[in-house]
Each structure stands twice: as C-alpha cells, then as structure tokens.
C-alpha cells in the first residue's frame, strides 16, 4: 500500500506524520474554541435578552 | 456602493463568513488531500534525494504560508494603526498561531528533510536558521497578546510589536545570510524551478501550495470569527458587571 | 530634556539605582563559561568575541525594566506625557541614559573580561569598537522592549522574549566584527551594516516607543 520508499521510509512517513499531526491539532484546537466561545456568547445574550 | 471596509463591521463579517466558510473549507480539504495523495503516493523518486524528495510538498507550502502569514498580520497591523478597525487587529491575533504552526512544520520538515544529507538533525543553514528566528517573532507576538488586558490596548502595542518585528525580521534574513554565508549553497532547499522543471514534481506541488492557502484562509476566518466573539463576550460581561 | 538626562543619570548612580549590577553580571557570566565549557585556553580564544558580545548583551538585557518602571510606578510617566516635551525625546533621553549608565560600562569593562577568556590580541580594538557601536542599538532597541511592557506586573521575561529577536541583527553582526578582528580578516561589512543599524534603530525606534508609550499610558 504504501509507496516504494526505499531507504528514507522513515523520514518521509515522519514529515508528513508530524505535519498533518500539527495541522489536525491546530484545526482540532480551533473549532473547539469556536465552539466554545459561540455558546458562551449565546448563553451570555440569552440570559441578557431574559433580564432586560 | 460597497466596498471592502465594510467588512470591517463585525456583524457584516460574521454574516459574509457565514456564507463563504464551507465552500472555503471544501476546497482547502479538497486541494490538501488530492495533493498530499497525488505527492506521497504518485510522484516518482529524485535521483539524488531519493523519496525524501516527497517531503517538498509539506515544506514548500508550509514556508510560504509562515511568511505570508506575517505579511498578512502586518497589513492587517497597518489598518488597525491607521483605520482602528478592529476586525483587523483581531484577524492578525487570528492569525498568528496559524502562521506558528506553519513555521514549526516548515523547520521540522526542513530539518529531517536535510538529515539525509547532512547527517545531524540540525544545522544552522541561512534558511532554517531565519525561520527559527520568524518562529520567535510569532512566540513573543502571541506572548504579548496574551499578556495585556484591555483590547485596544493590546491591539496597539501588538501591532507596533508586528511593525517593528517585520524591520527587524528582514534585517535578521541578510544579518544571517552574512552570518552563514553559502555554506549549504549547494544543499539548498530551495525551490530550483530549472532543477525540477518536470511536471511531475510541480503539479501536486502546485496543487499542495493551493491546500495550503486554503487552509490558512479558512482557519484565519474561523478563528477571527471566534475573536470577535470573544470580544463581544468581553464587553457584555463588563458592562454586565458594571450594570 | 537636559534636566531629565541628569535626573535619570542621578537615580541610576544612588545607591538601589541598579548601577554596576550589569557590570557584575558580566563579570558572573564570563567567570561562568569556562566552567562551562572546560579549561582549555585554545577553546576560549575562539568563543571569546562571541561570549563578551553574548554577556554584554545579557548584561544590558536585564537592565532594561527599570528604563520606565519607576517613573510608571509613580505617575511621573503621566506628567512627561502631558509635558510639552515631546514623547519620542522622552524614549531618545531614556535610551540615552541607560546607554550611559549600563552600555558604556560593558565596552569599557570588556577589554579586561577579555584577558579572562584569552582573546587574541588583535581582537580587543574590534572587540570594543563594535561593543561601542553596537551597544546604543541594544539601547534603543531595549527602550522600546521596555515601553511595551511598562504596565505589566511581571514583565520581565516577555520582556526578553520581545527583545532578543530584535537584538538578533546586532549581535550578529557585532560578534561578526569582532570574531573576524581577532582572526585578522576585513571587518568592514559588518561595521557598516552594524552601524547602519544603530543609526537606523536610534533615528527611528523612539517612534515607535513613543506610540506604544502613549497606548499605555491611556
């Protein structure tokens, strides 16, 4: 399955392993945060939208 | 008449994003995966290098990225000083540790990258060298967002921070450049288009360099989105309290 | 302005004014390196313009809180604010001030920590030429640091992590002339690239610092 990579197997599969690791984890952080933020902001207006 | 500082209006921001994110999204995932795919698996090995060869797909794009992300937060850092707009100042604290994270794999892929042909994990050529230096403007920026409370203030000591950075960050490419002169001329990783003029190489390349952009655009987007959120959250909560 | 030079100069020589703590720094650090590196005096000559450089730098690097933190504590930032003195003159006498009193020391001292560390004899005029170059720059430059950081409450390492990219182009071409000096070869570039640094830093950071001043001071 995976390509004849001779002897530099483990430099290739380990640059594109810890780069994609990187990019998921820097996407993965922010839609968390997104997410996050968006429903406090949400609670934070409805509760205002009640008092007011 | 419409025209791009409108934009600038939080509210008309987070409407636009809301349209335009997906699709942005679709095509970045798309171009990433079809060249990373079309890199790893499809392209034949150099004749010198081996398959590590492969590894230009990750470190090519990734280096343009950490350099166009800093351009990004310059400009960006411009209009908040002239206009004070602030989904400017926000977008450029959005960006910053997009362009980290791009830096950080540009200098790892570039270290393993050049192991094979150096034989230690590390050397302290001209173009890792400056990007490690670029790596510490990101750090100390990020470290100083975080560090000042009120927003506006934050937005202007940052954006001096960035203006300043960008001087001496170009001044530290010639001071390291004369530092290390062409030691590793020949081992370069440049981009030699004479070299790789074969479309084999430069297509997924091309097409990586495009995923990239993509991404950087959708994440940038996102996490602006999120800042003015939290800002907003910021000011609700004061004016709560002070209520 | 005059008045505030001295007046800066003044508080730096009382006593708790700081003054001679970079001096001793300097002296810590280089007396450090050999037990860090080994006794050998061949090993020392070669590492020897490039240590000096490192310990001054470090040397002015830990001074540079107290460029505006005592006038910030209280309040006479807000006064030299509001004066009719310019804000960018109030950087450019600071700089000024902490160049006097922590710089020159470190160029002056130099010579005598390089005998520690067996510099080559050629390497002493290039040594303190470029220290004397290259340290306002390292002034002007920590000026800005520290008007950055003037409210925070422990500043001083995001002080150091702003500064020492900033420092990057001056260190390296001053520990460029003064490595190629001790080595006998052509120090010209890296003295005019040196300076065209200084001169740039000192014409238009305060400028800068003078912006970042006033954010803060809102």
Same mark, same amino acid.
């Given at each position: 399955?995976?390509?004849?990579?001779?002897?530099?197997?483990?430099?290739?599969?380990?640059?594109?392993?810890?780069?994609?690791?990187?990019?998921?984890?820097?996407?993965?952080?922010?839609?968390?945060?997104?997410?996050?933020?968006?429903?406090?902001?949400?609670?934070?207006?409805?509760?205002?939208?009640?008092?007011? | 008449?419409?025209?791009?500082?409108?934009?600038?209006?939080?509210?008309?921001?987070?409407?636009?994003?809301?349209?335009?994110?997906?699709?942005?999204?679709?095509?970045?995932?798309?171009?990433?995966?079809?060249?990373?795919?079309?890199?790893?698996?499809?392209?034949?090995?150099?004749?010198?290098?081996?398959?590590?060869?492969?590894?230009?797909?990750?470190?090519?794009?990734?280096?343009?990225?950490?350099?166009?992300?800093?351009?990004?937060?310059?400009?960006?850092?411009?209009?908040?000083?002239?206009?004070?707009?602030?989904?400017?100042?926000?977008?450029?604290?959005?960006?910053?540790?997009?362009?980290?994270?791009?830096?950080?794999?540009?200098?790892?892929?570039?270290?393993?990258?050049?192991?094979?042909?150096?034989?230690?994990?590390?050397?302290?050529?001209?173009?890792?060298?400056?990007?490690?230096?670029?790596?510490?403007?990101?750090?100390?920026?990020?470290?100083?967002?975080?560090?000042?409370?009120?927003?506006?203030?934050?937005?202007?000591?940052?954006?001096?921070?960035?203006?300043?950075?960008?001087?001496?960050?170009?001044?530290?490419?010639?001071?390291?450049?004369?530092?290390?002169?062409?030691?590793?001329?020949?081992?370069?990783?440049?981009?030699?288009?004479?070299?790789?003029?074969?479309?084999?190489?430069?297509?997924?390349?091309?097409?990586?360099?495009?995923?990239?952009?993509?991404?950087?655009?959708?994440?940038?987007?996102?996490?602006?989105?999120?800042?003015?959120?939290?800002?907003?959250?910021?000011?609700?909560?004061?004016?709560?309290?002070?209520? | 302005?005059?008045?505030?030079?001295?007046?800066?100069?003044?508080?730096?020589?009382?006593?708790?004014?700081?003054?001679?703590?970079?001096?001793?720094?300097?002296?810590?650090?280089?007396?450090?390196?050999?037990?860090?590196?080994?006794?050998?005096?061949?090993?020392?000559?070669?590492?020897?313009?490039?240590?000096?450089?490192?310990?001054?730098?470090?040397?002015?690097?830990?001074?540079?809180?107290?460029?505006?933190?005592?006038?910030?504590?209280?309040?006479? #930032?807000?006064?030299?604010? %509001?004066?009719? @003195? !310019? /804000?960018?003159? *109030? +950087?450019? =006498?600071?700089? #000024?001030?902490?160049?006097? %009193?922590?710089? @020159? !020391? /470190?160029?002056? *001292? +130099?010579? =005598?920590?390089? #005998?520690?560390?067996?510099?080559?004899?050629?390497?002493? /005029?290039?040594? *303190?030429?470029?220290?004397?170059?290259?340290?306002?720059?390292?002034?002007?430059?920590?000026?800005?640091?520290?008007?950055?950081?003037?409210?925070?409450?422990?500043?001083?390492?995001?002080?150091?992590?702003?500064?020492?990219?900033?420092?990057?182009?001056?260190?390296?071409?001053?520990?460029?002339?003064?490595?190629?000096?001790?080595?006998?070869?052509?120090?010209?570039?890296?003295?005019?690239?040196?300076?065209?640094?200084?001169?740039?830093?000192?014409?238009?950071?305060?400028?800068?610092?003078?912006?970042?001043?006033?954010?803060?001071?809102?």
């Amino acid at each position: 399955m995976t390509p004849e990579l001779g002897k530099y197997a483990t430099e290739v599969l380990s640059s594109y392993g810890v780069s994609v690791a990187i990019l998921l984890a820097l996407t993965g952080i922010s839609l968390w945060r997104s997410r996050r933020i968006k429903a406090a902001l949400d609670a934070l207006e409805e509760r205002l939208k009640n008092d007011g | 008449m419409s025209s791009i500082w409108e934009y600038a209006n939080p509210k008309k921001f987070i409407a636009t994003t809301d349209k335009v994110l997906p699709w942005i999204t679709i095509l970045a995932v798309s171009a990433l995966v079809t060249g990373l795919i079309w890199g790893f698996w499809f392209t034949p090995e150099d004749v010198r290098q081996g398959a590590t060869v492969k590894i230009i797909y990750l470190h090519v794009p990734s280096a343009m990225m950490a350099i166009n992300a800093w351009v990004m937060m310059l400009i960006a850092s411009l209009i908040w000083i002239v206009r004070r707009h602030h989904v400017s100042a926000l977008a450029a604290r959005a960006a910053a540790p997009v362009g980290m994270a791009m830096t950080l794999i540009a200098l790892i892929t570039g270290a393993i990258w050049g192991q094979p042909m150096w034989g230690t994990w590390w050397v302290w050529d001209p173009r890792l060298t400056s990007f490690l230096i670029l790596f510490l403007f990101y750090l100390g920026y990020i470290a100083l967002w975080a560090a000042i409370e009120n927003d506006d203030t934050a937005a202007d000591l940052t954006s001096m921070l960035c203006l300043v950075g960008s001087v001496f960050a170009v001044l530290s490419r010639y001071a390291v450049n004369f530092w290390n002169q062409g030691l590793h001329q020949g081992a370069s990783l440049s981009l030699d288009k004479e070299e790789n003029v074969s479309n084999v190489f430069y297509l997924p390349l091309l097409v990586c360099l495009a995923g990239f952009v993509m991404l950087f655009l959708a994440l940038v987007l996102l996490r602006t989105r999120t800042e003015i959120r939290a800002r907003r959250l910021r000011v609700l909560l004061a004016r709560e309290r002070m209520q | 302005m005059k008045a505030l030079l001295i007046r800066d100069l003044k508080l730096a020589f009382r006593s708790g004014g700081g003054f001679g703590l970079g001096l001793a720094f300097f002296l810590i650090v280089v007396i450090l390196v050999p037990f860090g590196v080994g006794p050998r005096s061949d090993l020392h000559a070669i590492i020897a313009p490039g240590v000096l450089w490192l310990g001054a730098l470090l040397a002015c690097l830990l001074s540079l809180d107290r460029i505006f933190a005592l006038d910030w504590e209280d309040g006479t #930032l807000d006064l030299l604010a %509001t004066s009719p @003195l !310019p /804000l960018e003159s *109030v +950087a450019n =006498v600071k700089a #000024l001030a902490h160049w006097v %009193t922590t710089g @020159l !020391p /470190l160029v002056l *001292v +130099a010579p =005598v920590l390089g #005998l520690l560390l067996n510099l080559p004899p050629a390497g002493y /005029l290039p040594l *303190v030429i470029s220290l004397l170059i290259g340290t306002p720059a390292l002034s002007v430059i920590g000026t800005f640091g520290a008007a950055l950081t003037v409210g925070l409450k422990r500043g001083g390492l995001l002080l150091s992590l702003l500064v020492l990219p900033l420092y990057m182009p001056t260190l390296i071409f001053g520990a460029e002339v003064a490595r190629r000096g001790a080595d006998g070869l052509n120090t010209t570039t890296a003295m005019l690239m040196l300076g065209g640094i200084t001169c740039g830093a000192i014409a238009l950071l305060p400028f800068a610092s003078a912006a970042v001043l006033r954010a803060n001071l809102r």
